[in-house]
Nanobody, 126 residues
Framework: QVQLVESGGGLVQAGDSLRLSCAAS????????MAWFRHPPGSAREFVAA????????YYADSVRGRFTISKDDSKNTVYLQMNSLKAEDTAVYYC???????????????????WGQGTQVTVSS
């Protein structure tokens, strides 16, 4: 079956960096658009970043653009989220998600994503 397993979360201070990883199995990784979402405490889950299956298109939420970078390595079936200049408001559980849509674009809407990981906690102290 399809599994997405996130890792790399932790407790850091404001201004620090973290790199999250999401290892996928049970699917043809190169055929899926991949994304990161996050669920801050007391708020709804929100879109963070997405990357097209081809790797040549990315999309970011305004709140992270310029600080976070999404990338993928098809040889490792892994998608990454490099997070720099972390802020307290980045504190959340971070989830990766896979979208098997064959559309030309990439989506920021969680309903379009078919598979989800279990999440990894990122806590940023100010």
């Amino acid at each position: 079956q399809v599994q997405l397993v996130e890792s790399g979360g932790g407790l850091v201070q404001a201004g620090d960096s973290l790199r999250l990883s999401c290892a996928a199995s049970g699917l043809t990784f190169s055929a899926y658009n991949m994304a990161w979402f996050r669920h801050p405490p007391g708020s709804a889950r929100e879109f963070v970043a997405a990357i097209k299956r081809s790797g040549d298109m990315t999309y970011y939420a305004d709140s992270v653009r310029g600080r976070f970078t999404i990338s993928k390595d098809d040889s490792k079936n892994t998608v990454y989220l490099q997070m720099n200049s972390l802020k307290a408001e980045d504190t959340a559980v971070y989830y990766c998600a896979a979208d098997r849509s064959v559309s030309q674009g990439i989506s920021a809407v969680e309903q379009y994503y078919d598979y989800w990981g279990q999440g990894t906690q990122v806590t940023v102290s100010s």
